[in-house]
């Protein structure tokens, strides 16, 4: 009997409420943005990003531009973390919130048609945004590679 009420508190305990913002309903003009300086003003306002202590990971040459795995690490206290990129039509990729109590460490795979740039934004929780940029070669090939 005690096992099973320990066990049923623990299991209470782990329950976390979750909720995230819809990026795409509430700024739509973000996702149609033509290049990663507009993306970032839909989705943010008028910023200006600071550096900060962000690891942004993927591969300087990617033999498959499908599906170029990045990753997004930081220490920093955030509310959100976005990633852009400069190769394909649309700008914006991938908007997170980050749910109270949790570190931003983040993993996908992108497309991009061709070389160019990732820009990732973490707005902190302190107000202010942060950012890093990272370049990478797509092999010929593109999204077809």
Do not use: H
């Not at 005690?2 to 913002?21: E, Q």
């Not at 920093?76 to 570190?103: L, R």
Request: charged residues 25%; proline residues 6%.
């Amino acid at each position: 009997m005690k096992r099973s009420i320990l066990s049923l508190v623990a299991v209470a305990a782990m329950t976390v409420s979750l909720s995230a913002t819809d990026f795409r309903a509430d700024k739509p003009d973000a996702w149609t943005a033509k290049d990663v300086p507009s993306a970032i003003k839909a989705l943010y306002g008028e910023i200006t990003p600071a550096d900060g202590d962000i690891k942004l990971k993927a591969p300087k040459v990617a033999s498959n531009g499908g599906a170029i795995p990045v990753s997004v690490k930081t220490d920093i206290p955030a509310k959100s973390v976005a990633i852009f990129q400069d190769a394909n039509p649309e700008a914006a990729v991938a908007v997170f919130t980050v749910p109270e109590g949790a570190k931003a460490d983040f993993a996908l795979k992108i497309k991009m048609k061709k070389s160019g740039s990732i820009t990732t934004i973490v707005e902190g929780k302190d107000g202010k945004f942060y950012s890093k940029k990272l370049s990478l070669e797509v092999a010929l090939g593109g999204c077809e590679g």
